[in-house]
Nanobody
Framework: QVRLVESGGGLVQAGGSLRLSCAAS????????MSWYRRAPELQRELVAA???????NYVDSVKGRFTISRDNAKNTVYLQMNSLKPEDTAVYYC?????????????????WGQGTQVTVSS
């Protein structure tokens, strides 16, 4: 059974930093694409950052240079280091795992989600 548990959210002033953690069980963070999404009030869910199984990363333009996604394979945990936070970063942040499985019938992807953690940046 796959389980993703986020932690590290909170209230921070603009310009501050937070580190989000996503502890995974039932899958290996180094074997799958791990991502951070966020959803702000009245807005659609947005992909913030992702790290592929081979280690390549990608970010939404609005966080480039400020956020860093990383993983600790020994702890089976993915992190999102968020620096220079802005009020517009305020959202619920979700960890997601995209698991690709292949069989004789082809390859399929399942996406698993954590429960989310609130990040609030005050101006």
């Amino acid at each position: 059974q796959v389980r993703l548990v986020e932690s590290g959210g909170g209230l921070v002033q603009a310009g501050g930093s937070l580190r989000l953690s996503c502890a995974a069980s039932g899958l290996g963070v180094s074997d799958n694409t791990m991502s951070w999404y966020r959803r702000a009030p009245e807005l659609q869910r947005e992909l913030v950052a992702a790290i592929a199984n081979l280690g390549s990363t990608n970010y939404v333009d609005s966080v480039k240079g400020r956020f860093t996604i990383s993983r600790d394979n020994a702890k089976n945990t993915v992190y999102l280091q968020m620096n220079s936070l802005k009020p517009e970063d305020t959202a619920v942040y979700y960890c997601a795992a995209t698991v690709r499985r292949c069989s004789g019938n082809g390859c399929f992807e399942n996406v698993y989600w954590g429960q989310g953690t609130q990040v609030t940046v005050s101006s």
